[in-house]
């Protein structure tokens, strides 16, 4: 089978992502000031001060640990992938159709993995390139060639 065809994208995280990570951010900082206020046994105003500050800083958190909206540059050469110009591997953890959320290993800068989330519109043909290489089988190193075997001739 024949490796999937050279791709060079430019893609952007998807803004339902890092919006996403805003919000589950808020929510555990929420969770953790109303654990606490109800463990201290505050007053009113008091849980409703930590309440209304542990919120916001949990959402900033949130939008932190998203990652910047930064534009990722991805390549397929046929071989390799390549990631904003560094070599690295490049899997996909869920598929959900227009979103597509993957993970990044850089294997010779040796920096932790990162969490790609993009999304495409509908039918978009970058979306379509991306799931061809991401999908297609590894390329072989030596390509087995094909074994042709020569008809037996009956002696005359």
Excluded: N
């Amino acid at each position: 089978m024949r490796p999937a065809p050279p791709l060079d994208l430019r893609c952007r995280p998807s803004r339902a992502w890092r919006v996403g990570w805003a919000v589950i951010g808020g929510m555990a900082g929420l969770a953790v000031a109303g654990w606490l206020a109800g463990h201290l046994e505050w007053a009113f105003p008091a849980a409703g001060l930590a309440l209304a500050v542990a919120a916001p800083c949990g959402a900033v958190l949130g939008r932190l640990a998203a990652g910047s909206g930064a534009a990722v540059h991805l390549s397929w050469d046929g071989q390799r992938w390549r990631i904003d110009g560094a070599p690295g591997d490049l899997r996909v953890r869920l598929d959900l159709g227009r979103w597509l959320i993957l993970l990044r290993h850089r294997a010779a800068a040796g920096r932790a993995a990162r969490w790609l989330a993009l999304s495409f519109p509908r039918g978009a043909d970058e979306m379509r390139s991306l799931r061809t290489a991401l999908y297609s089988p590894p390329p072989e190193d030596t390509p087995e060639q094909p074994h042709v075997r020569v008809p037996d001739r009956a002696k005359d």
